[in-house]
């Protein structure tokens, strides 16, 4: 059996390479205004803005495919193995657009390598969540994985705080004018700095003994009739899914944006929050993960769904009304809350409902699926915030995504759906 020592360390081993692979899929959106100006130059700056956030959103639609090409190839061969195989993925996407020319040097080649690159990313990213998640959920301790699957989320939440710090550094130290020039490209080139440490570390995980002691390892085909068969468990985990992937990005990716271009604070402000964010994501993480392990999952959802219903638009049209950076603030840090405590329960809960066997490309479908929408978080609230005219309008979809969250928790938690569930173990 391993000691608690030799559990850390392979938390830390998985869980570094998911810092990485989301520091850089969150830098595009982190720095949006920069790369919308470097690659997408236009008159008009709702245009401009629009134009990098799709583009930061087709990242998102490559997700499922992600999920549907790797999944079922690390369900296959093992998740160490597929592990790095996602790395090597998120790299190259990551490369590309750390290097590649702006607009005014190469033209329309520009935006298209860019979108090249998110693409890579994104297909990349579509497993990546899974097979962590998956990962830590069959090397946790008895009765403890709720806890240990909570890590994968506060990974990303590590890459939030260095990438915001680095961001605001950089707006400290550097003129703007530079920084709208190049300086946007520093956390670019310390992402690729760092992917051959983590290639060092991934290279010595070892297979989960979940996974090692199975007979039987299933053929594409036969993952496919298996996800086939449970698309009922696919779409409920993605409605479930919808309520972490809406209100994640909306409190950690498009904070700096909503804050510089929507209330007008200062860029170091934005990202002071955005940092702030991603320090109360980390400390409420694992803190939810562990009680879902003593008083259960469910709970923990439903509670959090309600309580987003209630007052993510208010808090959200409080700030508008009279923004301030306290405010901002203290609204941000609310939906922090809310969001970290739901996804410590929800993570685990995915892990615990999509079959063993289909685990991974499971799991990694339902999130693909829903972050394909939750990933639009970005343009869909510059839209909504354009077309209604109130700046508070990413509340609606925030609340939207806490309905879905709430009846899928409902029917995946029902007694019907558990029977089901048991009785297809029970076969197995």
Same mark, same amino acid.
């Given at each position: 059996?391993?000691?608690?020592?030799?559990?850390?360390?392979?938390?830390?081993?998985?869980?570094?390479?998911?810092?990485?692979? $989301?520091?850089?899929?969150?830098?595009?959106?982190?720095?949006?205004?920069?790369?919308?100006?470097?690659?997408?130059?236009?008159?008009?700056?709702?245009?401009?803005? $629009?134009?990098?956030?799709?583009?930061?959103?087709?990242?998102?639609?490559?997700?499922?495919?992600?999920?549907?090409?790797?999944?079922?190839?690390?369900?296959?061969?093992?998740?160490?193995?597929?592990?790095?195989?996602?790395?090597?993925?998120?790299?190259?996407?990551?490369?590309?657009?750390?290097?590649?020319?702006?607009?005014?040097?190469?033209?329309?080649?520009?935006?298209?390598?860019?979108?090249?690159?998110?693409?890579?990313?994104?297909?990349?990213?579509?497993?990546?969540?899974?097979?962590? #998640?998956?990962?830590?959920?069959? $090397?946790?301790?008895?009765?403890?994985?709720?806890?240990?699957?909570?890590?994968?989320?506060? #990974?990303?939440?590590?890459?939030?705080?260095?990438?915001?710090?680095?961001?605001?550094?950089?707006?400290?130290?550097?003129?703007?004018?530079?920084?709208?020039?190049?300086?946007?490209?520093?956390?670019?080139?310390?992402?690729?700095?760092?992917?051959?440490?983590?290639?060092?570390?991934?290279?010595?995980?070892?297979?989960?003994?979940?996974?090692?002691?199975?007979?039987?390892?299933?053929?594409?085909?036969?993952?496919?009739?298996?996800?086939?068969?449970?698309?009922?468990?696919?779409?409920?985990?993605?409605?479930?899914?919808?309520?972490?992937?809406? #209100?994640?990005?909306?409190?950690?990716?498009?904070?700096?944006?909503?804050?510089?271009?929507?209330?007008?604070?200062?860029?170091?402000?934005?990202?002071?929050?955005?940092?702030?964010?991603?320090?109360?994501?980390?400390?409420?993480?694992?803190?939810?993960?562990?009680?879902?392990?003593?008083?259960?999952?469910?709970?923990?959802?439903?509670?959090?769904?309600?309580?987003?219903?209630?007052?993510?638009?208010?808090?959200?049209?409080?700030?508008?009304?009279?923004?301030?950076?306290?405010?901002?603030?203290?609204?941000?840090?609310?939906?922090?809350?809310?969001?970290?405590?739901?996804?410590?329960? $929800?993570?685990?809960?995915?892990?615990?409902?999509?079959?063993?066997?289909?685990?991974?490309?499971?799991?990694?479908?339902?999130?693909?699926?829903?972050?394909?929408?939750?990933?639009?978080?970005?343009?869909?609230?510059?839209?909504?915030?354009?077309?209604?005219?109130?700046?508070?309008?990413?509340?609606?979809?925030?609340?939207?995504?806490?309905?879905?969250?709430?009846?899928?928790?409902?029917?995946?938690?029902?007694?019907?759906?558990?029977?089901?569930?048991?009785?297809?173990?029970?076969?197995?």
């Amino acid at each position: 059996m391993e000691s608690r020592s030799e559990k850390i360390k392979t938390v830390l081993r998985v869980t570094s390479g998911n810092f990485l692979e $989301m520091f850089d899929f969150f830098l595009f959106g982190i720095y949006a205004s920069h790369i919308a100006k470097t690659f997408f130059p236009a008159e008009n700056e709702f245009v401009s803005m $629009m134009s990098t956030f799709l583009t930061f959103a087709a990242g998102f639609v490559m997700r499922p495919i992600g999920a549907l090409t790797l999944g079922p190839y690390i369900d296959r061969i093992g998740r160490r193995k597929g592990l790095i195989v996602t790395l090597s993925i998120m790299a190259m996407g990551t490369i590309l657009i750390a290097f590649v020319p702006g607009y005014a040097t190469i033209g329309v080649a520009a935006p298209l390598l860019v979108l090249i690159g998110r693409l890579l990313q994104g297909f990349s990213a579509g497993v990546e969540l899974g097979g962590v #998640s998956v990962y830590l959920s069959e $090397m946790a301790t008895p009765g403890h994985k709720g806890f240990y699957v909570s890590w994968q989320s506060a #990974s990303q939440q590590v890459a939030i705080i260095v990438a915001a710090l680095i961001g605001f550094t950089l707006s400290k130290t550097m003129a703007p004018a530079d920084i709208a020039a190049w300086g946007w490209r520093i956390p670019f080139f310390i992402g690729c700095l760092i992917v051959p440490f983590i290639f060092f570390i991934r290279r010595s995980l070892q297979e989960t003994k979940e996974f090692a002691a199975r007979q039987h390892h299933p053929t594409t085909n036969e993952i496919f009739q298996t996800l086939a068969a449970n698309w009922q468990i696919v779409l409920g985990g993605m409605a479930m899914v919808m309520m972490t992937t809406v #209100s994640f990005y909306l409190i950690t990716v498009y904070t700096p944006s909503f804050g510089k271009n929507v209330l007008k604070l200062a860029e170091s402000d934005a990202l002071l929050v955005t940092c702030a964010v991603g320090l109360s994501n980390f400390f409420w993480l694992p803190i939810s993960g562990a009680l879902s392990d003593r008083i259960g999952r469910k709970p923990i959802l439903i509670f959090c769904t309600l309580l987003a219903l209630a007052t993510v638009y208010p808090a959200l049209s409080w700030l508008v009304k009279d923004v301030t950076f306290g405010k901002m603030l203290a609204v941000e840090l609310w939906l922090s809350f809310i969001y970290a405590c739901y996804n410590g329960a $929800m993570v685990v809960a995915l892990t615990e409902v999509v079959p063993a066997k289909v685990r991974t490309a499971g799991f990694s479908l339902a999130y693909s699926l829903a972050t394909t929408l939750g990933g639009s978080s970005l343009a869909i609230s510059t839209w909504l915030i354009k077309q209604t005219g109130d700046k508070a309008a990413p509340g609606y979809w925030m609340s939207f995504a806490a309905v879905c969250g709430l009846l899928a928790t409902l029917f995946l938690y029902s007694r019907r759906a558990v029977e089901t569930r048991a009785a297809a173990q029970a076969a197995a």
